[in-house]
């Protein structure tokens, strides 16, 4: 069974871990280990997105190679039994030191950056699905797209020039792509946006000793609203120029929110609304910095080497398609996630549009 079979039958189950109606276990989370002949071997965390984000279970997987791979762990007949909940984890005002100084007006400025973004959601533009339901439900689509070392290295240089980062380049990018597909219409008018609406912002900064540690396995993400305007866009530049407004626009956006030391504690899906038009897209970064590759840590000749990566989420009623965005050995994949509202085809022009769209960053003649 291939990593890609393996994560599609997984998605299809509903956790806890059950046998038909039958409660075999209490069980939110399980490791699967998938061992081949080749000596190529497959580790899958599983577990509901409540419990964990992409930063967690880089958490949790450090620990399962260590343990692995290192002999010097003490025993599980050493552990408190009965004991567990001493270790669950803090809250995310707790593990981020608690209230600030300013909370009431800190959060306000929030709450109002947030509402002036969704201010026009009904005037949104977005991808316009071939189905109003789910022909086969639990059974999301994917695509992936890798850029190879090269061009991606290209990518980096380019925008180290300019400031900007990975996440702002292709946010802008599927914005510009929808952007772009509803250009015959009437797009000048003051209202007509595109919404990202569900923008992930890990908080890992804000965490304070003991809880910035690698044993701090709860998710700590918030969401917010971005939103850019069809008038941000100067229509009449080049396309690396429609690219860099777009940008600035999201980094405006992000500038506002990530200064304001109350972020984690606006909550997690404050201003999150089942918005059909709204696009998402999640950025892991690179994994060699939250998971090192080659274990023993250090070792010459290392016991297990990490080589790719593969993620899934399960999909029932949530219908807008999901992008996830890494980085590992200096090649970035591109990951899109839809519900069969959308036809495969469909969906490959929209992810190498965007993708095209991106790569304008490397354009040195604009």
């Given at each position: 069974?291939?990593?890609?079979d393996?994560?599609?039958?997984?998605?299809e189950?509903?956790?806890?871990?059950?046998?038909g109606?039958?409660l075999?276990?209490?069980q939110?989370?399980?490791?699967?280990?998938v061992?081949?002949?080749s000596?190529?071997?497959?580790i899958?965390?599983?577990?509901?997105?409540?419990?964990?984000?992409?930063?967690?279970?880089?958490?949790?997987?450090?620990?399962?190679?260590?343990?692995?791979?290192?002999?010097?762990?003490?025993?599980?007949?050493?552990?408190?039994?009965?004991?567990?909940?001493?270790?669950?984890?803090v809250?995310?005002?707790?593990?981020t030191?608690?209230?600030?100084?300013?909370?009431?007006?800190?959060?306000?400025a929030?709450?109002?950056?947030?509402?002036?973004?969704?201010?026009?959601?009904?005037?949104?533009?977005?991808?316009?699905?071939?189905?109003?339901?789910a022909?086969?439900?639990?059974?999301?689509?994917?695509?992936?797209?890798?850029l190879?070392a090269?061009?991606?290295?290209?990518?980096?240089?380019?925008?180290?020039?300019?400031?900007?980062?990975?996440?702002?380049?292709?946010?802008?990018?599927?914005?510009?792509?929808?952007?772009?597909?509803?250009?015959?219409?009437?797009?000048?008018?003051?209202?007509?946006n595109?919404?990202?609406?569900?923008t992930?912002?890990?908080?890992?900064r804000?965490?304070?000793?003991?809880?910035?540690?690698?044993?701090?396995?709860?998710?700590?993400l918030?969401?917010?609203?971005?939103?850019?305007?069809?008038s941000?866009?100067?229509?009449e530049?080049?396309?690396k120029?429609?690219?860099?407004?777009?940008?600035t626009?999201?980094?405006?956006?992000y500038?506002?929110?990530?200064s304001?030391?109350?972020?984690p504690?606006?909550?997690?899906?404050q201003?999150?609304?089942?918005?059909?038009?709204?696009?998402?897209?999640?950025?892991?970064?690179?994994?060699?910095?939250?998971?090192?590759?080659?274990?023993?840590?250090g070792?010459?000749?290392?016991?297990v080497?990490?080589?790719?990566?593969?993620?899934?989420?399960?999909?029932?009623?949530?219908?807008?398609?999901m992008?996830?965005?890494w980085?590992?050995?200096?090649?970035?994949?591109?990951?899109?996630?839809?519900?069969?509202?959308?036809?495969?085809s469909?969906?490959?022009?929209?992810?190498?549009?965007m993708?095209?769209?991106?790569l304008?960053?490397?354009?040195?003649?604009?």
């Amino acid at each position: 069974m291939s990593d890609d079979d393996f994560v599609f039958s997984i998605n299809e189950v509903r956790l806890p871990y059950t046998n038909g109606d039958e409660l075999i276990i209490k069980q939110h989370f399980g490791c699967h280990l998938v061992l081949r002949p080749s000596g190529l071997h497959s580790i899958f965390f599983h577990t509901a997105h409540y419990l964990a984000d992409a930063f967690v279970i880089y958490n949790a997987l450090y620990r399962i190679f260590d343990f692995i791979t290192n002999d010097t762990h003490p025993s599980l007949d050493s552990l408190d039994w009965g004991q567990e909940w001493r270790n669950l984890p803090v809250g995310p005002v707790t593990a981020t030191g608690g209230p600030r100084d300013g909370w009431e007006a800190g959060v306000e400025a929030l709450h109002t950056a947030a509402r002036q973004a969704m201010e026009h959601q009904q005037h949104s533009k977005g991808l316009i699905p071939q189905r109003d339901q789910a022909l086969v439900r639990r059974a999301p689509a994917r695509l992936h797209r890798i850029l190879d070392a090269k061009t991606f290295k290209e990518i980096l240089d380019a925008l180290a020039l300019t400031d900007f980062t990975v996440t702002q380049l292709f946010e802008a990018a599927q914005m510009l792509t929808v952007l772009r597909a509803h250009h015959s219409e009437p797009l000048r008018d003051d209202k007509a946006n595109v919404m990202l609406d569900f923008t992930v912002i890990a908080y890992q900064r804000f965490l304070v000793p003991p809880h910035d540690a690698r044993s701090h396995h709860v998710s700590f993400l918030c969401a917010f609203p971005m939103v850019v305007y069809a008038s941000d866009v100067p229509w009449e530049a080049s396309p690396k120029a429609q690219l860099l407004a777009v940008m600035t626009k999201i980094r405006e956006q992000y500038s506002i929110r990530l200064s304001n030391k109350h972020l984690p504690h606006i909550g997690y899906d404050q201003y999150f609304q089942d918005n059909p038009n709204a696009l998402a897209i999640n950025n892991f970064k690179r994994v060699e910095d939250s998971l090192p590759l080659n274990w023993p840590i250090g070792a010459q000749n290392p016991m297990v080497q990490i080589s790719d990566m593969r993620i899934g989420g399960r999909l029932i009623d949530f219908y807008r398609p999901m992008t996830h965005i890494w980085t590992l050995r200096s090649e970035l994949h591109i990951h899109l996630q839809f519900s069969d509202v959308y036809d495969k085809s469909y969906m490959e022009e929209f992810l190498d549009s965007m993708t095209a769209i991106a790569l304008w960053i490397i354009d040195r003649d604009a």
